[in-house]
């Protein structure tokens, strides 16, 4: 019978009609997480589906997918399709994805469904229920995928473990572990908005398009296959920031706060983003920079909040100190990697003379002047046999846990550090953003886990770099230098020209 209704009226029978009214039980105990965080919802039926698909139709459209992603890595992994990559030094860029990304696909999932449970109204309800699936669904395609260079390189393996423990990237679970702990609106805006809408161009594209430059052709079929899905969540965002917008004035200021915070927390995961982008791609297609300035100044500052500001919507906090290091952002951090990859799960190198060249190419402006000599220095003191990393623990931010390495706002050669006493103690940050999140929760983050404090605490393994790396789940051949790794000498092996037999 549902068949011959109009796909409106289907939709609403297969999704809203399965939602009754408690009758017998206080609706507060039944949903007693929307109330506290001030934000008034007069009517959840206003909440619009721009998608409207139904469980059934999702299954059938996912399995298709599928089949084709699966189809995909059977004839990559059967034709040693890993031979055809542009450099082993590309996959240090999948590595960061399944230890960084991969588990917060994971940990979406789980708090999706929390809120397919707990939100009131039978839309968002729903919503969320499909961006669960669409999250899990991800972190098992994503794990599928990776696992075929598991087989041959290392730095793939025990990821999960890694994504807990290792220092780097407490970056990116710091920011969802913050996210989770909020409440349910604070949640949508700071996954559902700010970061699947304001800025997962500037995750996704560079790593799918960066993917199909470099031969990794599993990774870019896992890529479009999400890609779908992710326009879904951005839509889901902005239905999200606009029901709550125009169901009641009271809960503009509200939403101002939190688009001001998390687009922040945002910007500063996106930083290893911005290393990855510039670095750790053999064959460049974007800079930063570029991508930075299509995704977000263009479309998002462009297009985005010139109407939002009919609801009295202004753009973020702190945005123009984001513009201000574009030039700067990618040099920054991954000079940070190079000293520190010791310590890390993939390895880096000097970059070759032609990436220095396009480097020179994408930031006139900054990159001869104040990163190139860097690099000069460190190719020198490599050839010399000195190849340094840096043996000491670094300071980190209190805030997005990156170590203090960023610059004052236009002066790319003094250091940032900022600094708050709250109780007695005092805390530091590598920017005024950080600061400024710090001090609106400030009981909040004084609990971070933060890396570096937990090995002076004795909290990881012991107090030598081995005993740190072993509890980290780092093996010998995951970390360090590139050049005269295990994965650069099989690379080379298995590219030699003799013949076979010779």
């Not at 297969?14 to 408690?22: A, F, G, K, S, Y």
């Not at 949903?31 to 008034?40: A, D, L, N, V």
């Amino acid at each position: 019978m549902a068949k011959k209704l109009p796909l409106k009226q289907r939709y609403a029978a297969l999704t809203r009609d399965v939602h009754w009214e408690p009758s017998y039980v206080d609706p507060e105990k039944v949903f007693p997480y929307t109330s506290f965080e001030g934000i008034k919802i007069h009517d959840w039926s206003k909440w619009e589906d721009p998608f409207r698909l139904t469980v059934d139709a999702y299954h059938k459209y996912q399995a298709e997918k599928d089949k084709r992603l699966y189809a995909v890595l059977d004839g990559f992994a059967q034709s040693q399709g890993h031979l055809t990559l542009s450099d082993a030094r590309y996959l240090n860029a999948m590595k960061l994805f399944i230890q960084g990304v991969t588990p917060l696909e994971y940990a979406a999932h789980r708090h999706f469904a929390f809120l397919a449970r707990y939100l009131n109204g039978a839309g968002p309800r729903f919503a969320a229920l499909c961006q669960s699936i669409d999250e899990l669904r991800h972190t098992q395609t994503e794990i599928h995928t990776l696992s075929i260079y598991n087989k041959y390189y290392p730095g793939f393996h025990n990821w999960n473990r890694m994504h807990d423990r290792v220092w780097y990237l407490s970056v990116p679970k710091s920011f969802f572990d913050d996210a989770i702990s909020a409440g349910p609106f604070e949640f949508l805006i700071a996954i559902s908005f700010s970061f699947e809408y304001l800025l997962t161009n500037l995750l996704f594209v560079p790593f799918m398009s960066g993917a199909s430059f470099n031969g990794d052709l599993p990774s870019m079929t896992f890529g479009f296959s999400a890609q779908s899905d992710e326009s879904r969540h951005m839509t889901l965002g902005l239905e999200a920031i606009k029901f709550l917008l125009e169901q009641d004035e009271g809960n503009v200021p509200i939403i101002q706060d939190w688009i001001d915070k998390w687009f922040w927390r945002g910007y500063r995961v996106a930083a290893l983003v911005a290393a990855m982008t510039d670095y750790m791609l053999p064959k460049k297609f974007m800079s930063w920079k570029e991508a930075f300035e299509l995704y977000f100044e263009e479309q998002m500052l462009g297009g985005l909040f010139p109407d939002l500001a009919f609801y009295g919507i202004k753009p973020p906090r702190h945005v123009e100190h984001a513009i201000g290091e574009k030039d700067i952002l990618s040099h920054q951090v991954y000079w940070v990697l190079y000293q520190f990859s010791f310590a890390a799960s993939f390895t880096t190198t000097v970059p070759e003379p032609y990436e220095l060249d396009w480097l020179s190419s994408q930031y006139p402006d900054t990159f001869d002047r104040f990163y190139r000599p860097l690099w000069d220095k460190a190719r020198k003191i490599q050839e010399n046999g000195g190849r340094f990393f840096f043996k000491g623990l670094p300071q980190l931010c209190q805030t997005c846990q990156i170590p203090m390495a960023f610059t004052e706002p236009g002066d790319p050669t003094t250091i940032c550090q900022r600094h708050t006493v709250y109780n007695g103690e005092r805390f530091d940050f590598c920017s005024d953003g950080c600061q400024w999140v710090f001090e609106r929760e400030p009981e909040k983050y004084v609990q971070a886990w933060m890396p570096v404090h937990q090995i002076y605490q004795g909290n990881c393994g012991g107090p030598s770099v081995p005993e740190v790396l072993a509890w980290y789940g780092i093996q010998e051949g995951d970390n360090g230098e590139y050049l005269g790794s295990v994965e650069h000498t099989n690379w080379q092996r298995w590219h030699a020209t003799a013949p076979v037999g010779s």
